[in-house]
């Protein structure tokens, strides 16, 4: 039988967007750090009060999925956590669910979710016991809407309670590509809402106001059923930023907007700790990059002696951006889910909601519901 196609359009790529603080950004590796529980480097998790809040859930029972660039398994924080038997590849690289390359955006975003603190020596997720879920969709630097949909709807047939996507595509035309890719988006996401998996997306980097820019469109965040999520973070946590001699003193508190967050009153639904950076500290041998968000990562380095790089060593660094914002939601969403497990996603999303407060310094705009409260969620 004859199908008639009514329209198409070429599937548009979407590159990872990350602020350009990230490329100044320390790492250590696995072998040369030790943390502790609760690490003091972890302010985003402090803040948050995820200690508190695992005296009463740390995920049991719930499954998150990470659509990014892959998730790298032999990572001592993520090996435990990491579902191998329902991570996948979803572009046509012929590779498997690593990341490739020196790609680890998608390890970062994925420990911040559910990292187990290895054994004793690494870090922290929101919800180390969730049975994490690896969608690679970027190959290099670059993804595929329709890569990106069959991962959605991938994450709705294994039950996945919640999928995170740190990934995005502005300004997109609200007419064309926007409107085409509306219907199909909206469509995919409607379906996965329905099935009880509650998308939590990345609002963007791009300092805009998604609210007023009238004829564009920010895909996926502003398709049905996202839950949206601005970047807040901190200046001058562990250092002095001030100039004043204490590095006790913050120029900035946690919940504050982070000056890279996209923002608008009905285009974000909630605000997280995603990192924020004193631009004019870099390169003054002041530790800055505190403020970022710390978590796995991984170095691509030469070991056979060829200068070409041919290995992914595990490691811990700093990364900001609303792709950081989205997974300490994701987390908190797993939480709730694990404490509440008759809840669907819409009732999870609204936990969340109800709990978040809008800080009194600062514009609704950059908050939807408002901060993230984890403990109140639960």
Sequence with gaps: M????????????????????????????????EGQPGDFLQWDKDNLDIPEAHATTEGEGTRVAVIDSGVLETHPDLAGPLNLDLSRNFTADGGDHNPVGSDDHGTHVAGIVAADNGGGVGVNGTAPKTDLVDCRVFSGPTASFGDILAAVVSSANIDADVANLSLGAYPIP??????????????????????????????????????????????PNEGAQAVSVASTGPIGYGWDADGGGE?????????????????????????????????????????????????????????????????????YGWKAGTSMAAPNVAGAAALVKSANPDYNANQVEAALKKAAEVPDDYGKEYYGAGYLNVVDAL
């Design 2 to 33: 004859k199908r008639s196609v009514k329209s198409y359009e070429a599937d548009v790529r979407i590159e990872l967007d990350s602020p350009g603080v990230n490329k100044e950004t320390p790492t250590l590796d696995a072998s040369d750090y």
């Design 174 to 219: 609200r007419q064309a590509q926007g409107q085409f890719y509306g219907k199909v988006l909206n469509s995919a996401m409607t379906y996965a809402n329905k099935e009880g998996t509650l998308l939590v997306i990345a609002a963007g980097n791009d300092s805009a106001d998604l609210q007023h820019d009238k004829n564009f469109i920010s895909l």
């Design 247 to 315: 590095t006790s003193d913050l120029v900035a508190p946690p919940e504050s907007p982070a000056f890279y967050t996209n923002y608008g009153t009905n285009a974000v639904t909630i605000a997280a700790p995603g990192g924020d950076a004193d631009q004019t500290a870099i390169g003054t041998g002041v530790p800055w990059f505190n403020d970022l968000v710390f978590n796995t990562v991984f170095s691509y380095v030469d070991t056979d002696g060829d200068d070409e790089p041919d290995t992914q060593v595990p490691g």
